[in-house]
């Protein structure tokens, strides 16, 4: 497939989970990626895998802290550079900080705002001006979470970032609208990735999989096949708008109150 031939995408948390296979699927359809993370070896191998899989010189590893305003432009250029142009961005990029608020260190709240929030900002300015710039369309995704949506217990950090980046990616694309670079937001739900290890726990991963309409926890490949949507022409009349790929997770909470049920 060459849904993405001649394109190329920049991913940032581009080492694992979500980051890492959307960066996978974007070169499997056409495309050339730039995996920035700050895992060098874990994001190297992510990069010469796809290029050994691909048989291309067609991804490249960048060692990317999106909290750095020079490391954020860095990579821009460096993929400018490597492969010539950024036509897509995937913000996958997040600091993790469980616990309930009452107790929750200011490190660990200004870490995730530096990375979730800040870090978010910061990458799609900097690849938003390249694109502006250089009159070149684009489209710009940022990973929010349907705990932007709902508050979730013990994330009260992360549910605050995850409800910003929403909010972020909506004033980006009304803004950039008329200059033909979009910037969306998708809210996953439940996903099996290496930051959810409660869900190799069986008897977890089956009551999830329970009380989600679709009767199943996500996979990243769910979330990346969104993710390349609003990267595709397909979707070219959509920006300032947040994909919600959950599963139908988010609407069904209703459907688990006790008392009457309608049949």
């Not at 990069?47 to 490249?60: F, L, M, Q, R």
Request: aromatic share 6%; net charge negative.
């Amino acid at each position: 497939m060459n849904r993405f031939r001649e394109k190329v995408c920049l991913v940032t948390g581009g080492a694992s989970g979500i980051g890492a296979k959307t960066a996978e699927m974007f070169v499997e359809q056409g495309g050339k990626v730039a995996v920035c993370d700050v895992d060098d070896a874990l994001g190297k191998e992510i990069a010469a895998e796809i290029v050994a899989t691909s048989g291309g010189d067609n991804a490249i590893f960048i060692h990317t802290d999106v909290s750095d305003p020079d490391a954020c432009q860095g990579a821009i250029d460096q993929t400018v550079s490597k492969f010539g142009s950024v036509d897509c961005v995937l913000n996958s990029a997040i600091k993790m900080a469980p616990g309930m608020l009452k107790d929750l260190a200011l490190e660990d709240w200004n870490s995730m705002i530096s990375v979730g929030l800040t870090g978010t900002f910061l990458m799609t300015q900097a690849a938003g001006r390249w694109m502006i710039d250089n009159g070149r369309p684009g489209s710009i995704v940022t990973m929010s979470s349907i705990g932007g949506v709902q508050p979730y217990g013990m994330s009260g950090a992360y549910s605050t970032v995850k409800a910003a980046v929403i909010m972020l990616a909506e004033h980006f694309g009304i803004e950039w609208g008329g200059r033909q670079v979009r910037v969306n937001a998708v809210c996953a739900g439940h996903t099996e990735t290496p930051l959810t290890a409660y869900l190799k726990d069986p008897e977890i991963k089956k009551g999830r999989s329970e009380v989600t309409p679709l009767k199943r926890v996500g996979q990243p490949v769910d979330i990346a096949n969104g993710i390349l949507f609003l990267f595709s022409d397909e979707s070219d009349y959509m920006t300032a708008s947040a994909l919600a790929i959950d599963g139908g997770l988010a609407k069904s909470v209703m459907n688990h109150m006790p008392g009457r049920k309608w049949s």
